[in-house]
């Protein structure tokens, strides 16, 4: 496809083309979570999870939608390409919450820039990581205050947190070092990141088959809606609450998530 540049970047509200440094991959990518919203709602409402350049950007930049990590990657990989970063995908193993070897139901990405590799991530909805550059014991801050930082053990790769739980969807464990998610470098084609993708989306008793979730990037935090239950960490303060009426809902999608879903969607989606 062409990528329309220019439209992209007026979804994330990024005024200018950034640097081909790691200063403008980080510009860009915390834009983007800005902006855009991480979300499965189209998985309960039947849908589906289409993860072609077209469809994902069709969806995210034009109808001003939101989307999960093969969907957010995927755009935020178009970007950087067209901006003329060299990057390409990675698959992963979430580890929050997980009591056996998860799958690979994540995608990340590998950037290089004057020779040196980064992580950076567009669509991972548990928390915010900053891009980090790919090195044993390389840290990172994040808006929120949490540290971040990567080591290497017999999984290959793995991002973990340290930082406050309310700035997370609740998978948090406390304030303490948590793995976050698994990867390799080995390549990943697109057959790859189809499969990965269907079984995320369709999979029986899984997250994103049993929940309804969405989060979003907060200038100084992180808020998230995992079915009815709302969470906001902002400025070092944390509230949350149980929303037991769909106009609430509607509204909260619409005011803090960006996402302007009608009544009988919000019916749809079998929460109340």
Known sequence: MS???????????????????????AAVQRAHRLHIPFENLDIR??????????????KLVTAKRGGYCFEQNRLFLDALTELGFTARPLLARVWLGASETPGLTHMTLLVTIDGQDWIADAGFGGSYCPPIMLSEGAEVTGPDGAMHR?????????????????????????????????????????????????WTATAPGTRFTDLVVVSIVLPTGFASLTDRAYRRF??????????????????????????????DEVAALGLF
């Open 234 to 263: 902002a400025g070092g303060e944390e509230t949350s609450a149980d929303i037991d009426d769909p106009r609430v809902y509607r509204l909260r999608l619409s005011m803090m998530f960006g996402i302007d879903l009608s009544a």
């Open 3 to 25: 990528f329309d540049l220019d439209a992209y970047l007026a979804r994330i509200k990024l005024p200018a083309r950034p640097t081909l440094d790691d200063l403008g991959l």
């Open 150 to 198: 990567l080591i290497a053990d017999d999984r290959g790769w793995v991002l973990q947190r340290n930082g406050h739980p309310g700035a997370t969807d609740g998978r948090g464990a406390g304030e303490a070092w948590v793995d976050q998610y698994s990867f390799t470098l080995a390549p990943v084609s697109q057959a790859d990141m189809t499969m990965s993708n269907h």
């Open 45 to 58: 409402l039947g849908r589906g999870i289409r993860i072609d350049s077209e469809s994902v950007f069709a």
